[in-house]
């Protein structure tokens, strides 16, 4: 008996629409998972460029504030000849008449110490410490000492665990 029509088996067709069914499940999966991985790189580097931009608007404005620093510094040595205590307890006088109401100067630790914080964000703040320096013997009016972010608020740890409830 001769068959005049050629049959496949069943199992060849099967086999490789299984095979396709797979690669395009597989396509499908690498795909969302590089969605998902774009989506959350896009949205960190959105995090980062605001805060980037918050920290330098600070920046700039604490250097605002230490241009009119240093201009009180300044215009106060320069007023009049003295001596460093003198020039000091001017600086205390010129600090609680100026507008930099901001700004705290102390001279508790036996340095001068101006002082001030500005908020870059509602976490972070920005402290800026400056040593007023002698201008007698050197050519400047301030050291900064620090120039730095900070958490906004303490953070408190959470050390409880709850493995199995206790009754």
Known sequence: MKRDKHETSFTAIGSSS????????????????????AKSDYSFSERLAEHKSNYYEASSHAEALLAN?????????????????????????????????????????GEPIVSYQIQVDDRQTLFVELKVTNPLEKPHYYEI??????????WESDDTLNLMPMS
């Open 69 to 109: 620093i240093d201009q009180l510094l300044e215009e106060t040595y320069r007023s009049k000849p003295m001596t460093w205590e003198e020039y000091l307890d001017a600086l205390t006088l010129a600090f609680m008449v100026s507008s930099q109401a901001s700004c705290s100067f102390s001279t508790q630790t």
């Open 18 to 37: 299984l095979l396709v069914v797979f690669l395009v499940l597989c396509l499908a999966t690498f795909a969302i998972l590089s969605l998902s991985s």
């Open 145 to 154: 000492l620090t120039w730095k972010t900070a958490p906004s608020s303490q």
